[in-house]
C-alpha cells in the first residue's frame, strides 16, 4: 500500500502498532519527521518501533530539518543500519544526466531587471522568485511574474484550456511556452498543475515560475536550469530546489542551478567566504544518507 504521510498519521489513531508486526515501514521524505514531541508523524514512528516487529526505512535526500530540532534522537538512531548513496553514485547509475554546475550570482538594484542575463530561454528552466516577506522582493507577486514574462518577450495569448501562456521571444522569435504556478486563482492554478502533471514531452512546456510550489516532490525531469531568486530559509529547501533539475532525462546531459541574490553590504572577502561556506555545505550534502532498519 502506498499513501501519504496524512493517511499514516490519521490511520495510526485507530490501530494497535502490533498490527504492524512483521511488516516493512517505508518512509520517504523523512526529514518530515521530528524528535519534537509535537511531532505527530515522528510520534507515530516511535511508537511503531517501540511496540511492534515492523521494519522500518526511512529515505530521504536531507537528513535534517530547516530548524534546530533534530529527526531522530541518537537512541532511535542507533537503531538502523545507515546507507549512503551520494550524488556521485547517482550521476553514474543515470543514462543521459552526467554532471550538475552549482552557482551563485549577484545583482543589484531589483532582480526583475537583472534577471534576463540569467534565465536562458534555451534551457528547461524552474523560476523561484522570492517570498514576498524577504527583502528581494518586490511585495508584487504578480507584477514580478509580468516582468519575467517581459523580460522573454510578448504574450501573445494563453490557452484556455490548459493555461500555458504562449511569448513571443524578444531574442529568437520562437514561441515559448509558459506557466504560471504564482497565481493565486485555484481555477487557473488546476488546468496548468493538471498539464504540467500529464506532460511527458519536453516540448510541452519551456519555462515555469514558482513561488512556494515546484519545490519538494514536484517532477519535472526534463528541467535543466533552476534559478532561483533570493535567500532560502534553509539548507534542505535549496537541496529540495536543486532536485528539481537533478531528474535523468534524454533531454539533458548537464543540470544546473543558479542561486540569484542581492549583493549583500559587506566586504567581498565576506561574500566570497559565505558563498565558499554554503557551496560547501552543499557539496557535502550530496553525500546524501538513508537509513534502514
Known sequence: ???????????????????????????????????????????????????????????????????????????????????????????????????????????QGRYTSAIDEYLDETKKTIVHIPSVNSGESTKEKYEE????????????????????????????????????LVHDNQKDRDKIQEYLRVSNNPEDIDIIIALGMAKEGFDWPFCEHALTVGYRGSLTEIIQIIGRCTRDSENKTHAQFTNLIAQPDAEDGEVKLSVNNMLKAITAFYNGTGFGS
Open 145 to 180: 511574474v509580468n516582468k519575467i514574462i517581459d523580460s522573454l518577450g510578448d504574450l501573445e495569448y494563453q490557452d484556455p484550456d490548459t493555461g500555458v501562456l504562449f511569448v513571443r521571444s524578444n531574442k529568437t522569435g520562437n514561441l515559448l511556452k509558459v506557466a504560471d
Open 1 to 107: 500500500m502506498i499513501c501519504t504521510h496524512a493517511t499514516l498519521r490519521f490511520a495510526c489513531e485507530g490501530i494497535d502498532e502490533k498490527a504492524f508486526n512483521d511488516v516493512v515501514i517505508a518512509i520517504d521524505e523523512f526529514h518530515h519527521v521530528s524528535a519534537d514531541g509535537n511531532n505527530r508523524l515522528g510520534e507515530v514512528l516511535r511508537a511503531i518501533m517501540a511496540k511492534s516487529t515492523a521494519h522500518i526505512v526511512a529515505m530521504t535526500g536531507s537528513y535534517f530539518r530547516g530548524d534546530s530540532v533534530p529527526v531522530l534522537l541518537p537512541e532511535s538512531e542507533r537503531q538502523f543500519i545507515k546507507v549512503t548513496y551520494n550524488y556521485y553514485e547517482q550521476l553514474n547509475g543515470y543514462e543521459h544526466l552526467k554532471s550538475l554546475g552549482i552557482g551563485y550570482h549577484f545583482y
